[in-house]
Protein backbone atom coordinates (compact mmCIF):
# COMPACT_ATOMS: atom_id res chain seq x y z
CA UNK A 1 0.00 0.00 0.00
CA UNK A 2 1.13 3.49 -1.20
CA UNK A 3 2.30 5.73 1.86
CA UNK A 4 -0.38 8.18 1.96
CA UNK A 5 -3.18 5.86 1.49
CA UNK A 6 -2.65 4.37 4.94
CA UNK A 7 -3.98 7.64 6.54
CA UNK A 8 -6.83 8.02 8.67
CA UNK A 9 -9.41 10.90 8.98
CA UNK A 10 -9.43 9.28 13.27
CA UNK A 11 -10.30 10.99 15.15
CA UNK A 12 -11.69 13.86 13.27
CA UNK A 13 -15.41 13.57 11.56
CA UNK A 14 -15.75 10.14 9.27
CA UNK A 15 -17.99 10.40 6.47
CA UNK A 16 -18.17 8.90 3.09
CA UNK A 17 -17.79 12.51 1.24
CA UNK A 18 -14.40 13.58 3.36
CA UNK A 19 -10.79 12.23 2.77
CA UNK A 20 -7.56 12.51 4.81
CA UNK A 21 -5.62 13.14 1.75
CA UNK A 22 -6.91 14.87 -1.35
CA UNK A 23 -5.02 15.99 -4.56
CA UNK A 24 -3.60 19.39 -2.88
CA UNK A 25 -1.62 17.48 -0.42
CA UNK A 26 -0.43 15.50 -3.45
CA UNK A 27 0.31 18.68 -5.62
CA UNK A 28 2.37 20.05 -2.94
CA UNK A 29 4.64 17.29 -1.90
CA UNK A 30 5.08 16.16 -5.87
CA UNK A 31 5.86 20.03 -6.21
CA UNK A 32 8.50 20.51 -3.32
CA UNK A 33 10.01 17.19 -3.53
CA UNK A 34 13.31 18.88 -4.87
CA UNK A 35 13.53 22.07 -2.58
CA UNK A 36 12.65 19.10 0.58
CA UNK A 37 15.47 17.01 -0.45
CA UNK A 38 17.94 20.24 -0.82
CA UNK A 39 16.62 20.67 2.98
CA UNK A 40 15.26 18.38 4.51
CA UNK A 41 15.79 19.86 8.36
CA UNK A 42 14.29 22.96 7.11
CA UNK A 43 10.31 21.96 6.38
CA UNK A 44 7.48 23.79 8.60
CA UNK A 45 4.14 22.66 7.44
CA UNK A 46 1.17 24.80 8.02
CA UNK A 47 -2.74 23.68 8.06
CA UNK A 48 -2.00 20.08 7.82
CA UNK A 49 -4.97 18.48 8.60
CA UNK A 50 -4.37 14.63 8.98
CA UNK A 51 -0.44 14.47 8.39
CA UNK A 52 -0.43 14.03 4.55
CA UNK A 53 2.32 16.89 4.44
CA UNK A 54 4.01 16.02 7.64
CA UNK A 55 4.84 12.41 7.05
CA UNK A 56 4.63 12.66 3.99
CA UNK A 57 7.53 14.73 3.92
CA UNK A 58 8.99 11.84 5.91
CA UNK A 59 8.32 9.04 4.92
CA UNK A 60 8.36 10.12 0.69
CA UNK A 61 11.45 13.27 0.96
CA UNK A 62 13.52 12.09 3.93
CA UNK A 63 12.60 15.08 5.81
CA UNK A 64 13.92 15.33 9.23
CA UNK A 65 12.75 17.44 12.26
CA UNK A 66 9.43 18.61 10.70
CA UNK A 67 7.75 21.62 12.49
CA UNK A 68 3.70 20.98 12.15
CA UNK A 69 1.27 24.27 12.95
CA UNK A 70 -1.74 23.00 13.06
CA UNK A 71 -4.97 25.18 14.24
CA UNK A 72 -7.02 22.85 15.01
CA UNK A 73 -6.09 20.20 17.71
CA UNK A 74 -8.65 17.93 15.64
CA UNK A 75 -5.62 18.33 13.50
CA UNK A 76 -3.12 17.77 15.43
CA UNK A 77 -4.59 14.79 17.02
CA UNK A 78 -5.19 13.08 13.27
CA UNK A 79 -1.54 13.62 12.92
CA UNK A 80 -0.55 12.18 15.52
CA UNK A 81 -2.31 9.53 15.15
CA UNK A 82 -1.44 8.61 11.50
CA UNK A 83 2.54 8.62 12.59
CA UNK A 84 1.76 5.95 14.91
CA UNK A 85 -0.31 3.92 12.38
CA UNK A 86 2.44 4.34 10.10
CA UNK A 87 5.74 4.37 12.42
CA UNK A 88 6.49 7.70 11.54
CA UNK A 89 8.77 9.76 13.35
CA UNK A 90 10.60 12.81 12.93
CA UNK A 91 8.09 15.82 13.67
CA UNK A 92 6.92 18.17 16.11
CA UNK A 93 3.61 19.64 16.81
CA UNK A 94 3.41 23.33 16.67
CA UNK A 95 0.36 25.43 17.84
CA UNK A 96 1.64 28.80 17.52
CA UNK A 97 3.18 29.49 14.31
CA UNK A 98 7.13 29.74 14.35
CA UNK A 99 9.35 29.77 11.10
CA UNK A 100 12.24 30.63 12.38
CA UNK A 101 15.32 29.07 10.00
CA UNK A 102 12.53 27.57 7.69
CA UNK A 103 14.24 26.75 4.29
CA UNK A 104 10.97 25.07 2.84
CA UNK A 105 7.09 25.99 4.20
CA UNK A 106 4.30 23.73 2.60
CA UNK A 107 0.83 25.11 3.40
CA UNK A 108 -2.77 24.03 3.01
CA UNK A 109 -4.69 27.52 2.08
CA UNK A 110 -6.90 28.44 5.32
CA UNK A 111 -10.01 29.43 4.07
CA UNK A 112 -9.49 33.06 5.45
CA UNK A 113 -7.42 35.63 3.48
CA UNK A 114 -6.56 37.03 7.15
CA UNK A 115 -5.39 33.36 7.98
CA UNK A 116 -3.41 33.44 5.14
CA UNK A 117 -2.04 36.77 5.42
CA UNK A 118 -1.14 36.16 9.48
CA UNK A 119 0.33 33.66 7.85
CA UNK A 120 2.93 34.96 5.32
CA UNK A 121 3.89 37.68 7.70
CA UNK A 122 5.13 34.91 10.47
CA UNK A 123 7.46 32.99 7.82
CA UNK A 124 8.16 36.25 6.09
CA UNK A 125 9.49 37.73 9.37
CA UNK A 126 11.35 34.73 10.98
CA UNK A 127 12.38 32.11 7.52
CA UNK A 128 15.41 31.51 6.10
CA UNK A 129 16.07 34.44 3.50
CA UNK A 130 16.15 31.54 0.65
CA UNK A 131 12.86 29.98 2.31
CA UNK A 132 10.38 29.01 -0.38
CA UNK A 133 6.67 28.75 0.57
CA UNK A 134 4.22 26.54 -0.97
CA UNK A 135 0.55 27.61 -0.78
CA UNK A 136 -2.10 25.08 -2.47
CA UNK A 137 -5.91 24.99 -2.66
CA UNK A 138 -8.23 23.54 -4.94
CA UNK A 139 -9.04 26.01 -7.77
CA UNK A 140 -12.09 26.66 -7.26
CA UNK A 141 -11.23 28.12 -4.17
CA UNK A 142 -8.28 30.33 -4.86
CA UNK A 143 -8.69 34.30 -6.07
CA UNK A 144 -6.65 36.67 -7.31
CA UNK A 145 -6.36 38.15 -3.28
CA UNK A 146 -4.66 35.55 -2.32
CA UNK A 147 -1.21 36.48 -4.54
CA UNK A 148 -1.79 40.04 -3.44
CA UNK A 149 -1.66 38.53 0.24
CA UNK A 150 1.37 36.87 -0.57
CA UNK A 151 2.79 39.73 -2.53
CA UNK A 152 2.31 41.94 0.22
CA UNK A 153 5.28 39.52 2.57
CA UNK A 154 7.18 38.15 -0.52
CA UNK A 155 8.77 39.28 -3.10
CA UNK A 156 8.10 36.72 -6.22
CA UNK A 157 4.64 35.27 -6.16
CA UNK A 158 3.70 32.65 -9.56
CA UNK A 159 0.85 30.02 -9.43
CA UNK A 160 1.98 26.49 -11.18
CA UNK A 161 -0.25 24.68 -13.19
CA UNK A 162 -3.05 22.80 -12.05
CA UNK A 163 -3.75 19.45 -11.39
CA UNK A 164 -6.91 17.06 -10.63
CA UNK A 165 -8.43 20.66 -9.46
CA UNK A 166 -5.84 21.93 -7.52
CA UNK A 167 -2.97 24.70 -7.59
CA UNK A 168 -0.13 25.88 -5.79
CA UNK A 169 1.24 29.18 -5.34
CA UNK A 170 4.50 29.60 -4.87
CA UNK A 171 6.65 32.60 -3.26
CA UNK A 172 9.82 33.44 -2.69
CA UNK A 173 12.31 36.53 -1.38
CA UNK A 174 10.83 37.33 2.10
CA UNK A 175 9.77 41.09 2.93
CA UNK A 176 10.14 40.71 7.03
CA UNK A 177 8.11 42.97 8.47
CA UNK A 178 6.06 43.53 11.79
CA UNK A 179 2.87 41.05 12.30
CA UNK A 180 -0.55 43.41 11.54
CA UNK A 181 -2.23 40.68 14.24
CA UNK A 182 -4.14 40.23 16.28
CA UNK A 183 -6.17 43.29 15.45
CA UNK A 184 -8.89 44.74 17.59
CA UNK A 185 -12.36 46.67 16.46
CA UNK A 186 -15.08 47.97 19.36
CA UNK A 187 -18.16 47.28 18.87
CA UNK A 188 -20.78 49.93 21.02
CA UNK A 189 -24.13 48.45 19.73
CA UNK A 190 -22.87 45.30 21.63
CA UNK A 191 -20.75 46.75 24.23
CA UNK A 192 -17.72 44.81 23.40
CA UNK A 193 -13.98 44.98 22.18
CA UNK A 194 -13.24 41.97 19.63
CA UNK A 195 -9.49 41.26 19.45
CA UNK A 196 -8.72 38.65 16.90
CA UNK A 197 -6.52 36.74 15.60
CA UNK A 198 -6.23 35.82 11.51
CA UNK A 199 -7.51 32.43 11.50
CA UNK A 200 -10.46 33.08 14.14
CA UNK A 201 -13.84 32.71 12.83
CA UNK A 202 -15.53 36.14 11.71
CA UNK A 203 -12.37 38.21 12.79
CA UNK A 204 -13.17 41.30 14.37
CA UNK A 205 -17.01 41.47 13.73
CA UNK A 206 -19.53 40.33 15.86
CA UNK A 207 -21.30 37.33 13.43
CA UNK A 208 -25.11 37.47 12.58
CA UNK A 209 -25.23 34.05 14.53
CA UNK A 210 -23.71 35.45 17.59
CA UNK A 211 -25.82 38.29 17.60
CA UNK A 212 -28.67 36.33 17.71
CA UNK A 213 -27.05 34.33 20.39
CA UNK A 214 -26.79 37.22 22.76
CA UNK A 215 -30.08 38.19 22.59
CA UNK A 216 -31.17 35.00 24.41
CA UNK A 217 -28.50 34.80 26.76
CA UNK A 218 -29.53 35.50 30.61
CA UNK A 219 -28.99 39.36 31.96
CA UNK A 220 -27.70 37.60 35.03
CA UNK A 221 -26.94 34.03 37.08
CA UNK A 222 -24.44 32.29 38.29
CA UNK A 223 -22.67 29.11 38.78
CA UNK A 224 -20.20 27.74 35.59
CA UNK A 225 -21.11 28.26 32.01
CA UNK A 226 -19.13 26.97 28.72
CA UNK A 227 -18.56 29.04 25.54
CA UNK A 228 -17.92 26.01 23.22
CA UNK A 229 -16.36 26.76 19.99
CA UNK A 230 -15.62 30.27 21.54
CA UNK A 231 -14.12 31.54 18.58
CA UNK A 232 -12.94 35.51 19.26
CA UNK A 233 -15.10 35.24 23.03
CA UNK A 234 -17.97 37.55 22.44
CA UNK A 235 -19.89 35.05 24.68
CA UNK A 236 -17.67 34.38 27.09
CA UNK A 237 -17.45 38.05 27.82
CA UNK A 238 -20.96 38.05 28.23
CA UNK A 239 -21.89 35.48 30.09
CA UNK A 240 -19.07 36.88 32.23
CA UNK A 241 -20.45 40.15 32.57
CA UNK A 242 -24.32 38.54 33.65
CA UNK A 243 -22.13 36.76 36.66
CA UNK A 244 -21.16 33.01 35.36
CA UNK A 245 -17.82 31.38 35.62
CA UNK A 246 -16.84 31.20 32.30
CA UNK A 247 -14.93 28.65 30.16
CA UNK A 248 -14.28 29.57 26.81
CA UNK A 249 -13.29 26.82 24.97
CA UNK A 250 -12.58 26.00 21.06
CA UNK A 251 -9.78 23.75 18.96
CA UNK A 252 -8.79 26.18 17.32
CA UNK A 253 -5.41 27.92 18.99
CA UNK A 254 -6.11 31.40 16.94
CA UNK A 255 -9.73 31.37 18.82
CA UNK A 256 -7.90 30.26 21.97
CA UNK A 257 -5.48 33.11 21.76
CA UNK A 258 -8.47 35.48 20.40
CA UNK A 259 -10.71 34.52 23.15
CA UNK A 260 -7.98 35.63 25.68
CA UNK A 261 -6.89 38.73 24.05
CA UNK A 262 -10.75 39.68 23.86
CA UNK A 263 -11.52 38.97 27.66
CA UNK A 264 -9.17 41.09 28.60
CA UNK A 265 -9.59 43.89 26.63
CA UNK A 266 -12.90 43.61 28.65
CA UNK A 267 -11.97 43.96 31.79
CA UNK A 268 -13.46 40.11 32.15
CA UNK A 269 -10.16 38.42 32.23
CA UNK A 270 -10.47 36.98 35.93
CA UNK A 271 -14.16 35.57 35.27
CA UNK A 272 -12.91 33.60 31.76
CA UNK A 273 -10.66 30.54 31.40
CA UNK A 274 -9.72 30.01 28.12
CA UNK A 275 -8.80 26.46 26.98
CA UNK A 276 -7.69 24.56 23.69
CA UNK A 277 -10.02 21.15 23.84
CA UNK A 278 -11.36 18.97 21.30
CA UNK A 279 -15.34 18.85 22.10
CA UNK A 280 -14.55 19.76 25.79
CA UNK A 281 -13.03 15.92 26.61
CA UNK A 282 -11.06 17.93 29.26
CA UNK A 283 -14.30 18.89 31.27
CA UNK A 284 -15.73 16.84 33.78
CA UNK A 285 -18.92 14.86 32.70
CA UNK A 286 -21.98 16.49 34.48
CA UNK A 287 -20.46 19.41 36.02
CA UNK A 288 -21.92 22.62 34.34
CA UNK A 289 -25.18 24.51 34.80
CA UNK A 290 -24.92 26.33 31.01
CA UNK A 291 -23.30 25.80 27.75
CA UNK A 292 -23.52 28.60 25.06
CA UNK A 293 -22.68 27.36 21.10
CA UNK A 294 -22.42 28.94 18.02
CA UNK A 295 -21.58 25.55 16.10
CA UNK A 296 -19.63 25.96 12.57
CA UNK A 297 -21.05 23.90 9.82
CA UNK A 298 -18.01 23.67 7.92
CA UNK A 299 -14.89 21.02 7.83
CA UNK A 300 -12.11 23.33 5.57
CA UNK A 301 -15.08 23.91 2.56
CA UNK A 302 -16.90 20.97 3.08
CA UNK A 303 -20.76 21.68 4.48
CA UNK A 304 -21.01 18.47 6.89
CA UNK A 305 -23.29 18.32 9.90
CA UNK A 306 -21.33 16.03 12.20
CA UNK A 307 -19.16 18.92 13.42
CA UNK A 308 -21.95 20.46 15.46
CA UNK A 309 -23.14 16.79 16.33
CA UNK A 310 -19.89 16.37 18.23
CA UNK A 311 -20.73 19.81 20.10
CA UNK A 312 -24.24 19.44 21.24
CA UNK A 313 -22.86 15.83 22.13
CA UNK A 314 -19.89 17.20 24.35
CA UNK A 315 -22.72 20.01 25.70
CA UNK A 316 -25.10 16.80 26.32
CA UNK A 317 -21.85 15.24 28.22
CA UNK A 318 -20.81 18.19 30.53
CA UNK A 319 -24.27 19.27 31.30
CA UNK A 320 -25.50 18.81 35.12
CA UNK A 321 -29.36 17.59 35.13
CA UNK A 322 -31.41 20.39 34.56
CA UNK A 323 -28.46 22.65 33.19
CA UNK A 324 -29.11 23.89 29.06
CA UNK A 325 -27.64 24.41 25.95
CA UNK A 326 -28.00 27.23 24.37
CA UNK A 327 -27.15 27.18 20.14
CA UNK A 328 -27.68 29.32 17.43
CA UNK A 329 -27.82 27.27 13.59
CA UNK A 330 -28.93 28.36 10.39
CA UNK A 331 -32.58 27.86 10.07
CA UNK A 332 -32.10 25.84 7.08
CA UNK A 333 -30.11 23.16 8.99
CA UNK A 334 -31.79 20.03 10.80
CA UNK A 335 -30.01 20.36 13.69
CA UNK A 336 -33.54 19.87 16.30
CA UNK A 337 -33.71 16.79 15.61
CA UNK A 338 -29.91 16.20 16.93
CA UNK A 339 -30.29 18.47 19.77
CA UNK A 340 -33.34 16.37 21.48
CA UNK A 341 -31.00 13.00 20.43
CA UNK A 342 -27.94 14.19 22.04
CA UNK A 343 -29.19 16.87 24.66
CA UNK A 344 -32.23 16.46 25.60
CA UNK A 345 -36.05 18.26 25.05
CA UNK A 346 -35.52 21.56 23.01
CA UNK A 347 -37.74 24.53 22.47
CA UNK A 348 -37.55 27.32 19.92
CA UNK A 349 -36.33 31.15 21.39
CA UNK A 350 -36.50 32.36 18.37
CA UNK A 351 -36.25 32.52 14.81
CA UNK A 352 -35.94 34.04 11.79
CA UNK A 353 -35.22 33.25 7.78
CA UNK A 354 -31.28 33.06 8.70
CA UNK A 355 -30.90 31.78 12.27
CA UNK A 356 -32.70 29.82 14.77
CA UNK A 357 -31.94 29.90 18.50
CA UNK A 358 -32.60 27.22 20.65
CA UNK A 359 -33.08 26.24 24.26
CA UNK A 360 -32.26 22.09 24.85
CA UNK A 361 -32.65 20.71 29.02
CA UNK A 362 -30.29 17.90 29.85
CA UNK A 363 -32.74 15.87 31.74
Known sequence: MAFLDQLRRDPDVEAPDLVAVDATDRLLLDEAAAAVAAHPDGVLTVGDTHGALTLGAIALHGATGVRAHTDLLVAELAIAANAERTGTTGFTAQPQLDATGARVVLVQAPKALDALREVAEVVAAGADPSVTVYVGARVKHMTRAMNDVLGDSFTDVHATLARQKSRLLVATGPRPGPSSFPRTAEHPDVGVTVVAHGAAFAGTKVDLGTRALLAALPAAGSGSAVDLGCGTGVLAVALARAGFDVLASDASAAAVASAAATAAANGVAGRVRVTRDDALAGVEPGSVDLVVCNPPFHQGTTVHAGIAD????????????????????????????????LVGPTRQLSRDPRFTVTASRRL
Open 310 to 341: RLFAAAGRVLRPGGELLTVYNSHLPHRAALRR
